[in-house]
């Protein structure tokens, strides 16, 4: 049995809705549209979500592509989600406050059956961690940390 590798990311508040990550010396921005009173500097926390649902299952499948001397010459991931939005403004709502369902849509660009295609993108999703923590229940957990820095 491999030993696990943990993958760490520190998000900062800033003014107004923006937050902030440095993600390996790369700037990420997260914020909410203006016309949710955000100042529209990134994606919303939602859209990096579906984002990274759908950039992972890219990723595995160069890396399946690889491994199978599959030429893939490209792949296209479309992600959509649906969810009420009334329990994260803390309003009273019969819904779960994620994601009620979550779709995904590839198209793959290889010499390949529709039924090979779909074999594919079958066995890409089952290798996809992201795919797996959306489709099983993962143990989440959440506490308080000591202040960093005193203002």
Known sequence: MSANKRVAVNAEMNEGFLVSADIRGHQMKIDQPEA???SDQGPTPLEYFLFS???CICTIGRIAAMQQKIDLRGMKVSVEGD?????LLGKPS???VGFQQIQV???I???MS???KQAFLDAVCER???HDNIKLETRVTHHLMEPSCVV
């Open 36 to 38: 949710a009173r955000g």
């Open 53 to 55: 649902l759908g950039g």
């Open 83 to 87: 969810y009420n939005p009334a329990g």
């Open 94 to 96: 019969e819904d779960r």
């Open 105 to 107: 849509s590839a198209e």
């Open 109 to 111: 660009d290889a010499d």
């Open 114 to 116: 529709d039924e090979e």
């Open 128 to 130: 996809c961690p992201l």
